[in-house]
């Protein structure tokens, strides 16, 4: 598996995006817009032969803190460990950059067993988010 930070060619990862199934869309603009005209944002992929097979994309608005935008893995892909190992890099790249904490949201489940393992603490259970009918927890991790 290879990690890739902010791919040159973003195409490849709006195919990647209408690939993946995700009740909250972003729309095609969202990608390109963070990437190349907000500085403070960071993609990292995981690619293997195929293409690519996860995505994480991080955001700081702040010295001390990440904030774990999206984060999704190819369901052929799942189960693999795959989930661990990208939010583990994104872990990695948050101290390399000096930071002390990591936050995001998560949906009860796969997403939040991963955060969990890798020692995030929970803050705020938020309800029905986004009118989604899904309970996340809003999480952080300290690095």
Not at 27 to 49: A, S
Not at 65 to 83: A, C, E, N
Not at 107 to 119: D, M, P, Q, V, Y
Request: net charge neutral; hydrophobic share 35%.
């Amino acid at each position: 598996m290879t990690t890739v930070y902010k791919l040159k060619d973003y195409k490849e990862t709006f195919v990647f995006e209408r690939e993946h199934p995700k009740e909250l869309r972003w729309d095609d603009r969202y990608k390109l817009f963070m990437l190349t005209e907000n500085k403070e944002c960071q993609g990292i992929w995981f690619k293997n032969k195929k293409g690519l097979v996860a995505e994480a994309i991080i955001t700081w608005s702040s010295d001390n803190v990440v904030h774990i935008d999206s984060f999704t893995v190819l369901p052929l892909y799942r189960g693999q460990g795959i989930g661990y190992d990208l939010i583990s890099t994104v872990l990695e790249y948050a101290k390399d950059m000096g930071k002390e904490y990591v936050t995001g949201e998560a949906r009860k489940g796969a997403s939040w067993h991963i955060f969990e393992n890798l020692g995030a603490t929970p803050v705020l259970l938020h309800k029905n988010w986004h009118k989604t009918g899904e309970d996340y927890m809003n999480f952080k991790i300290e690095l």
